[in-house]
């Protein structure tokens, strides 16, 4: 993509509104801009690194054996009547009716909904077990909207939804998604911990928010300091297995959510130099509720012996908005963005220092092409800037990495080659630095 034809309205200030390095970030990089409070339009850049992790949640959720779908935003009250929940959610929820005065409600989750379509197809045991998912744009009515996307009241959201037969097979299929979040925030980048947590209007006593450590975290977090170098698992990783060794071994470390610590407990089994108490930032949460919805709406299965059973079932969120500034919060200088490749808007800046020169336009335009041709995205920086202000929008931006070609380079052949993570600078033939850009960052990588 030519930087002359993109859309990326850069601001040289910070909004006064932005309390945080991510909102701060995502609006002088022109990723967001705010419609009305907590409520956000994503521009190009933005929306690029939304796609980016939104495809790693939905690989990781696939390999997991979970199958799409979509649901509507819009719900019918008599669904959360059914549940007993329509009254009990708060004023979080977005209530409204339609043109013939029925009850209607902008969806904050979608327990009820899928438990209604469970219903009304599956019947017998040997249909189970089943895990549906869908990526869906949420809403909750916030008292205080603030950080940006952090708390807002529109987010993007991934939830699944698990039926079981019984306790034990409900805890596996809580088993295979604890392993898939642990691999789906790795492959973004992140170390997120996974930790006891409290239910809340989702119900249930088995739960774990997964955390990411950041001082601008809305939650208080206590843990062991083990767990931010905890291997996690790999492709070879067998979903249809036992899984409940690797979640033993998570789980067998202490780490609490403030709502959940037990301070005695905590000071007993993690030793003075391990303990961390810190604030995080959520960014999925698991939860196993039993019957809680398949009772009160009839989700029932026939079993072996012709019993009709209701279902076990659990629930598992991922905020793909939320993650993209929870990576912004963990990955970030004073200049700037610094993308992990895997969610990069694009793989590589190109730098043109002096758009209009023949020569220097022709190696650049020779490059953009080899680069595009080896399957990585490109952003070329083709307009006729100031080199300090193209460096600061590269920096800025966050991508993962600089090509910058210059008549004083191209005379001896040269460009040079930066990496935005640790800043470091090569200078290299053009052929070297085509050669090592598809190495480090290539369709394969």
Same mark, same amino acid.
């Given at each position: 993509?030519?930087?002359?034809?993109?859309?990326?309205?850069?601001?040289?200030?910070?909004? @006064?509104?932005?309390?945080? /390095?991510?909102?701060?970030?995502?609006? %002088?990089?022109?990723?967001?801009?705010?419609?009305?409070?907590?409520?956000?339009?994503?521009?190009?850049?933005?929306?690029?690194?939304? %796609?980016?992790?939104?495809?790693? /949640?939905?690989?990781?959720?696939?390999?997991?054996?979970?199958?799409?779908?979509?649901?509507?935003?819009?719900?019918?009250?008599?669904?959360?009547?059914?549940? =007993?929940?329509?009254?009990?959610?708060?004023?979080?929820?977005?209530?409204?009716?339609?043109?013939?005065?029925?009850?209607?409600?902008?969806?904050?989750?979608?327990?009820?909904?899928?438990?209604?379509? !469970?219903?009304?197809?599956?019947?017998?045991?040997?249909?189970?077990?089943?895990?549906?998912?869908?990526?869906?744009?949420? !809403?909750?009515? $916030?008292?205080?909207?603030?950080?940006?996307?952090? %708390?807002g009241r529109e987010f993007l959201m991934k939830d699944a939804y698990?039926?079981?037969?019984?306790? $034990?097979?409900?805890?596996?299929?809580?088993? %295979? &998604?604890?392993?898939?979040?642990?691999?789906?925030?790795?492959? &973004?980048?992140?170390?997120?911990?996974?930790?006891?947590?409290?239910? =809340?209007?989702?119900?249930?006593?088995?739960?774990?928010?997964?955390? /990411?450590?950041?001082?601008?975290? $809305?939650?208080?977090? !206590?843990?062991?300091?083990?767990?931010?170098?905890?291997?996690?698992?790999?492709?070879?990783?067998?979903?249809?297995?036992?899984?409940?060794?690797? /979640?033993?071994?998570?789980?067998?470390?202490?780490?609490?959510?403030? +709502?959940?610590?037990?301070?005695?407990?905590?000071?007993?089994?993690?030793?003075?130099?391990?303990?961390?108490?810190?604030?995080?930032?959520?960014?999925?949460?698991? !939860?196993?509720? *039993?019957?809680?919805?398949?009772?009160?709406?009839?989700?029932?299965?026939?079993?072996?012996?012709?019993?009709?059973?209701? #279902?076990?079932?659990?629930?598992?969120? #991922?905020?793909?908005?939320?993650?993209?500034?929870?990576?912004?919060?963990?990955?970030?200088?004073?200049?700037?963005?610094?993308?992990?490749?895997?969610?990069?808007?694009?793989?590589? *800046?190109?730098?043109?220092?002096?758009?209009?020169?023949?020569?220097?336009?022709?190696?650049?335009?020779?490059?953009?092409?080899?680069?595009?041709?080896?399957?990585?995205?490109?952003?070329? +920086?083709?307009?006729?800037?100031?080199? *300090?202000? @193209?460096?600061?929008? &590269?920096?800025?931006? *966050?991508?993962?990495?600089?090509?910058?070609?210059?008549?004083?380079?191209?005379?001896?052949? $040269?460009?040079?080659?930066?990496?935005?993570? =640790?800043?470091?600078?090569?200078?290299?033939?053009?052929?070297?630095? #085509?050669?090592?850009?598809?190495?480090?960052?290539?369709?394969? @990588?």
């Amino acid at each position: 993509m030519r930087l002359s034809q993109y859309f990326l309205p850069i601001l040289k200030e910070t909004p @006064k509104e932005a309390e945080i /390095v991510s909102h701060r970030l995502m609006l %002088r990089a022109g990723l967001i801009r705010q419609q009305s409070a907590g409520i956000y339009s994503w521009l190009p850049l933005g929306y690029k690194v939304l %796609r980016k992790i939104e495809q790693i /949640v939905r690989e990781e959720q696939d390999r997991a054996g979970a199958v799409e779908l979509l649901m509507p935003t819009i719900q019918s009250a008599d669904l959360w009547r059914e549940s =007993g929940r329509y009254e009990a959610y708060g004023k979080e929820m977005l209530r409204i009716t339609d043109r013939h005065d029925r009850d209607m409600l902008y969806g904050p989750t979608n327990e009820e909904m899928i438990t209604e379509i !469970f219903r009304s197809y599956v019947r017998s045991y040997k249909e189970l077990p089943l895990n549906l998912y869908h990526m869906q744009w949420k !809403f909750r009515d $916030e008292v205080r909207p603030r950080f940006g996307i952090m %708390r807002g009241r529109e987010f993007l959201m991934k939830d699944a939804y698990s039926f079981d037969v019984t306790k $034990e097979q409900a805890v596996e299929a809580y088993n %295979r &998604m604890f392993v898939a979040y642990l691999r789906t925030y790795k492959r &973004m980048g992140l170390t997120a911990i996974p930790m006891r947590a409290e239910t =809340g209007p989702i119900g249930g006593d088995l739960s774990h928010e997964f955390i /990411v450590l950041a001082d601008t975290g $809305e939650s208080g977090v !206590f843990c062991h300091a083990d767990l931010l170098d905890k291997p996690i698992p790999g492709d070879d990783v067998d979903f249809r297995g036992d899984l409940s060794g690797i /979640v033993a071994d998570w789980t067998s470390l202490y780490a609490a959510t403030e +709502d959940m610590i037990d301070m005695k407990e905590f000071e007993a089994t993690v030793p003075e130099d391990k303990r961390i108490a810190a604030r995080g930032i959520e960014v999925g949460q698991t !939860f196993y509720f *039993g019957t809680k919805y398949s009772e009160p709406m009839g989700a029932k299965v026939t079993t072996s012996d012709g019993t009709d059973v209701p #279902v076990h079932m659990g629930s598992y969120g #991922v905020g793909v908005s939320r993650v993209l500034g929870a990576i912004i919060e963990a990955s970030h200088d004073d200049n700037g963005i610094i993308w992990p490749q895997s969610v990069a808007p694009f793989d590589v *800046g190109l730098i043109n220092l002096k758009s209009g020169d023949q020569a220097t336009d022709a190696a650049c335009e020779g490059l953009y092409e080899q680069l595009t041709n080896a399957g990585l995205d490109v952003l070329y +920086d083709d307009t006729d800037q100031r080199a *300090g202000a @193209k460096f600061a929008t &590269m920096d800025l931006i *966050g991508l993962p990495w600089q090509l910058v070609a210059g008549p004083r380079g191209l005379a001896s052949g $040269e460009v040079e080659l930066k990496s935005r993570t =640790g800043g470091e600078r090569e200078t290299m033939t053009l052929e070297a630095a #085509v050669a090592k850009l598809i190495a480090c960052a290539g369709p394969d @990588k």
